[in-house]
């Protein structure tokens, strides 16, 4: 079954340190690959996306995220965690269907 | 300004009574979705559509309904019949061929 698994629930990080957050698919077919925020009482943003252009993709507010098709990975990252940043986390996949599969998401709290 | 405009925001209702969730889009995509989001957990789809008159139950489609008689509103019912409906619902729209979704702002229903 196609699926989408976020590692850790809850994240935290200090103010300016390094942001990682792990998303892993299952999938033999490289698929569209997104990673969304959300912040409390809103709807999901658009972070970035992976449509099989670059492996390394650039996202807003300072958000990457690497595509390794050898370990199905799509993990977000940034290199200096903002008081901003606080907020969930969703990963998710698009395998092809009519549907996009998300995560469970990861909530990520930053320690002043 | 494009985008996916949920209405209302916030709404109150009495065990027993229906109600509709509206659901506008001026991106000009054809496919249209519609979420429900609990406290701590991920994204349950209710219902889909990917053109006009025509939509498919998601994976929580009991006690809900919907419409599609134009392409850019998929209202949304939350009937008497939904055991437990106070919750947060999302309304998407979906690009293709990548399958990104693009979000409303959410409805927060709570049942009094």
């Known amino acids: 079954a196609q699926s989408v698994t976020q590692l850790g629930s809850h994240v935290s990080v200090s103010e300016g340190a390094l942001v990682l957050l792990r998303c892993n698919y299952s999938?033999?077919?490289?698929?569209?690959l997104f990673w969304y925020v959300q912040y409390p009482n809103q709807g999901l943003q658009l972070l970035l996306k992976?449509?099989?252009?670059?492996?390394l993709v650039k996202g807003i507010n300072g958000f990457e995220a690497e595509f390794k098709k050898s370990e199905t990975s799509f993990h977000l990252t940034k290199p200096s965690a903002h008081m901003s940043d606080a907020a969930e986390y969703f990963c998710a996949v698009h395998f092809g269907n009519e549907k996009l599969t998300f995560g469970t998401g990861t909530r990520l709290t930053i320690i002043p | 300004d494009g985008g996916i405009t949920q209405s209302p925001k916030y709404l109150f209702r009495k065990e027993g009574q229906n109600v509709t969730l509206s659901c506008e889009q001026n991106?000009?995509?054809?496919?249209m979705y519609w979420y429900r989001q609990d406290p701590g957990q991920g994204l349950r789809l209710i219902y889909y559509?990917?053109?006009?008159?025509?939509?498919q139950k998601g994976d929580i489609a009991e006690g809900y309904s919907v419409s599609r008689e134009k392409k850019e509103s998929f209202p949304l019912t939350v009937t008497s019949a939904q055991k437990n409906p106070t919750a947060f619902y999302l309304c998407?729209?979906?690009?293709?061929?990548?399958?990104?979704?693009?979000f409303g702002e959410g409805s927060r229903l709570t049942v009094l």
């Open positions: 559509s990917q053109i006009v008159n025509d939509f």
């Open positions: 991106l000009n995509h054809d496919a």
């Open positions: 999938s033999s077919v490289p698929p569209y």
């Open positions: 998407a729209a979906r690009r293709y061929p990548t399958g990104e979704l693009f």
């Open positions: 992976y449509t099989s252009a670059a492996t």
